[in-house]
Protein backbone atom coordinates (compact mmCIF):
# COMPACT_ATOMS: atom_id res chain seq x y z
CA UNK A 1 0.00 0.00 0.00
CA UNK A 2 1.07 3.61 -1.00
CA UNK A 3 2.56 5.37 2.07
CA UNK A 4 2.65 2.83 4.51
CA UNK A 5 5.71 3.30 5.78
CA UNK A 6 4.91 6.69 6.74
CA UNK A 7 2.16 5.19 8.51
CA UNK A 8 4.22 2.90 10.11
CA UNK A 9 6.69 5.79 11.13
CA UNK A 10 4.01 8.25 12.53
CA UNK A 11 2.65 5.51 14.81
CA UNK A 12 5.97 4.78 16.47
CA UNK A 13 6.62 8.65 16.61
CA UNK A 14 3.01 8.91 18.79
CA UNK A 15 3.75 5.90 20.41
CA UNK A 16 7.19 6.80 21.50
CA UNK A 17 5.51 10.74 22.18
CA UNK A 18 3.09 9.25 25.20
CA UNK A 19 5.32 6.77 26.47
CA UNK A 20 7.11 7.39 29.74
CA UNK A 21 10.06 8.74 29.42
CA UNK A 22 13.55 6.50 30.05
CA UNK A 23 16.08 9.26 29.85
CA UNK A 24 16.92 12.25 31.58
CA UNK A 25 17.47 16.13 30.20
CA UNK A 26 20.76 16.26 31.80
CA UNK A 27 22.33 19.21 31.76
CA UNK A 28 19.14 20.93 31.92
CA UNK A 29 17.89 17.93 34.73
CA UNK A 30 20.34 16.54 37.72
CA UNK A 31 20.41 12.94 37.10
CA UNK A 32 18.41 10.71 39.48
CA UNK A 33 21.62 9.02 40.93
CA UNK A 34 21.65 5.84 42.82
CA UNK A 35 22.54 6.44 46.77
CA UNK A 36 25.31 4.30 46.87
CA UNK A 37 26.62 6.34 43.43
CA UNK A 38 30.30 7.26 44.17
CA UNK A 39 31.18 10.50 42.54
CA UNK A 40 34.93 12.26 42.47
CA UNK A 41 34.53 14.56 45.70
CA UNK A 42 35.11 13.87 49.23
CA UNK A 43 33.62 15.22 52.65
CA UNK A 44 35.54 15.25 55.84
CA UNK A 45 33.22 15.57 59.28
CA UNK A 46 36.23 17.40 61.10
CA UNK A 47 34.55 17.26 64.07
CA UNK A 48 34.59 13.27 63.88
CA UNK A 49 38.09 12.57 62.64
CA UNK A 50 40.38 11.44 65.20
CA UNK A 51 43.85 11.79 62.97
CA UNK A 52 44.84 8.03 62.98
CA UNK A 53 45.72 8.24 59.54
CA UNK A 54 43.57 4.97 58.52
CA UNK A 55 41.89 6.46 55.25
CA UNK A 56 45.69 7.22 53.94
CA UNK A 57 47.15 3.58 54.68
CA UNK A 58 44.31 2.09 53.22
CA UNK A 59 44.80 4.43 50.02
CA UNK A 60 46.25 1.91 47.16
CA UNK A 61 46.97 4.94 45.03
CA UNK A 62 48.81 7.30 47.44
CA UNK A 63 46.26 9.51 47.11
CA UNK A 64 45.64 11.36 50.39
CA UNK A 65 48.26 13.48 51.83
CA UNK A 66 47.82 14.04 55.54
CA UNK A 67 50.55 16.08 57.91
CA UNK A 68 50.05 15.68 61.94
CA UNK A 69 51.34 18.02 64.70
CA UNK A 70 50.65 18.06 68.75
CA UNK A 71 48.50 21.21 69.96
CA UNK A 72 50.08 22.92 72.76
CA UNK A 73 48.07 20.44 75.27
CA UNK A 74 49.98 17.48 73.56
CA UNK A 75 47.04 16.27 71.42
CA UNK A 76 47.41 15.14 67.98
CA UNK A 77 46.22 17.51 65.60
CA UNK A 78 46.01 17.18 62.13
CA UNK A 79 47.47 20.08 59.58
CA UNK A 80 47.30 18.91 56.19
CA UNK A 81 44.48 16.57 54.65
CA UNK A 82 44.68 16.93 50.85
CA UNK A 83 42.93 14.15 48.60
CA UNK A 84 45.22 14.61 45.29
CA UNK A 85 42.29 13.78 43.03
CA UNK A 86 44.55 13.27 39.66
CA UNK A 87 45.19 10.06 41.35
CA UNK A 88 42.36 8.91 42.89
CA UNK A 89 40.44 5.74 41.56
CA UNK A 90 37.33 6.76 43.77
CA UNK A 91 37.17 2.80 44.83
CA UNK A 92 36.45 4.27 48.16
CA UNK A 93 38.42 1.89 50.53
CA UNK A 94 39.61 5.12 52.44
CA UNK A 95 35.91 5.29 52.83
CA UNK A 96 35.52 2.04 54.23
CA UNK A 97 38.83 2.01 56.50
CA UNK A 98 36.91 5.00 58.49
CA UNK A 99 36.52 3.65 61.77
CA UNK A 100 34.64 7.06 62.53
CA UNK A 101 32.20 7.09 59.44
CA UNK A 102 33.52 10.63 58.74
CA UNK A 103 34.89 10.29 55.40
CA UNK A 104 32.92 10.15 52.75
CA UNK A 105 32.54 10.29 48.68
CA UNK A 106 29.49 12.77 47.31
CA UNK A 107 27.39 12.50 44.55
CA UNK A 108 29.32 15.30 42.55
CA UNK A 109 30.72 14.94 39.54
CA UNK A 110 30.88 18.18 37.57
CA UNK A 111 34.30 18.43 38.85
CA UNK A 112 35.70 20.06 35.43
CA UNK A 113 38.70 22.69 36.22
CA UNK A 114 41.09 24.66 33.89
CA UNK A 115 44.24 24.23 36.03
CA UNK A 116 45.63 20.82 37.40
CA UNK A 117 46.26 22.46 40.47
CA UNK A 118 42.91 22.92 41.19
CA UNK A 119 42.33 19.06 41.19
CA UNK A 120 43.33 18.20 44.41
CA UNK A 121 40.91 18.53 47.54
CA UNK A 122 41.60 20.55 50.74
CA UNK A 123 40.08 18.78 52.92
CA UNK A 124 40.66 21.33 55.88
CA UNK A 125 39.96 24.06 54.04
CA UNK A 126 36.72 23.11 51.69
CA UNK A 127 34.70 19.98 52.93
CA UNK A 128 32.14 20.38 50.53
CA UNK A 129 29.56 20.18 53.30
CA UNK A 130 26.57 20.92 50.95
CA UNK A 131 27.03 18.43 48.64
CA UNK A 132 24.79 15.17 48.95
CA UNK A 133 26.94 12.16 50.46
CA UNK A 134 27.00 9.02 48.97
CA UNK A 135 25.68 6.35 50.71
CA UNK A 136 28.84 3.99 49.77
CA UNK A 137 29.99 2.03 52.84
CA UNK A 138 26.74 2.16 54.52
CA UNK A 139 25.09 -0.96 55.48
CA UNK A 140 21.74 -0.98 53.23
CA UNK A 141 19.37 -4.02 52.24
CA UNK A 142 20.50 -5.06 49.13
CA UNK A 143 17.95 -4.16 45.80
CA UNK A 144 15.56 -7.33 44.38
CA UNK A 145 17.03 -9.22 41.59
CA UNK A 146 15.62 -8.55 38.46
CA UNK A 147 13.28 -11.49 37.97
CA UNK A 148 13.38 -12.64 34.00
CA UNK A 149 10.57 -13.30 33.08
CA UNK A 150 11.13 -15.74 30.57
CA UNK A 151 11.78 -19.30 32.07
CA UNK A 152 14.87 -20.85 31.43
CA UNK A 153 14.94 -23.45 29.06
CA UNK A 154 16.13 -26.66 31.14
CA UNK A 155 17.15 -28.89 28.76
CA UNK A 156 19.56 -26.36 26.89
CA UNK A 157 21.63 -26.23 29.69
CA UNK A 158 20.76 -30.31 30.50
CA UNK A 159 21.82 -31.21 26.57
CA UNK A 160 25.64 -30.91 26.64
CA UNK A 161 25.71 -31.89 30.82
CA UNK A 162 23.92 -35.43 29.32
CA UNK A 163 26.32 -35.37 26.31
CA UNK A 164 29.27 -35.77 28.67
CA UNK A 165 30.23 -39.20 29.50
CA UNK A 166 30.22 -40.47 33.42
CA UNK A 167 33.47 -40.08 35.35
CA UNK A 168 35.29 -43.61 34.57
CA UNK A 169 33.49 -44.53 31.34
CA UNK A 170 35.89 -42.40 29.15
CA UNK A 171 38.58 -43.51 27.18
CA UNK A 172 42.12 -43.18 28.19
CA UNK A 173 44.97 -41.34 25.78
CA UNK A 174 45.70 -44.50 24.83
CA UNK A 175 42.49 -46.07 23.54
CA UNK A 176 41.59 -42.90 21.53
CA UNK A 177 45.06 -43.76 19.77
CA UNK A 178 43.79 -47.22 19.05
CA UNK A 179 40.81 -45.44 17.51
S1 LIG B 1 38.76 6.36 46.78
FE1 LIG B 1 40.38 4.80 46.66
S2 LIG B 1 42.02 5.72 45.42
FE2 LIG B 1 40.65 7.41 46.06
S3 LIG B 1 41.56 8.20 47.96
FE3 LIG B 1 40.07 6.66 48.58
S4 LIG B 1 41.23 4.72 48.74
FE4 LIG B 1 42.48 6.20 47.56
S1 LIG C 1 40.34 7.23 58.80
FE1 LIG C 1 38.65 8.65 59.33
S2 LIG C 1 39.09 9.24 61.45
FE2 LIG C 1 40.99 8.38 60.62
S3 LIG C 1 42.14 10.15 59.78
FE3 LIG C 1 40.93 9.30 58.08
S4 LIG C 1 39.03 10.49 58.10
FE4 LIG C 1 39.99 10.81 60.09
Known amino acids: ?19 RRLTEKYPEEKPHLPERWRGNTFVLEKDKCINCGLCAIS ?14 DGK ?16 GLCVEACPKDCL ?9 VYS ?15 IAISRYGE ?11 K ?14 PAAGS ?5 ERGKA
Do not use: W
Not at 76 to 91: A, D, P, S
Open 104 to 112: HLTHEFETA
Open 170 to 174: EATPE
Open 1 to 19: MFGKGILKGLAQTGKQAVS
Open 76 to 91: KICTEFVMERQYCLFC
Open 59 to 72: CPNKVIRQKFDKDE
Open 151 to 164: PVNSTAVAAPLAAK
Open 116 to 130: SADVPQDLLADNHSN
Open 139 to 149: KMPLPKPVVSP
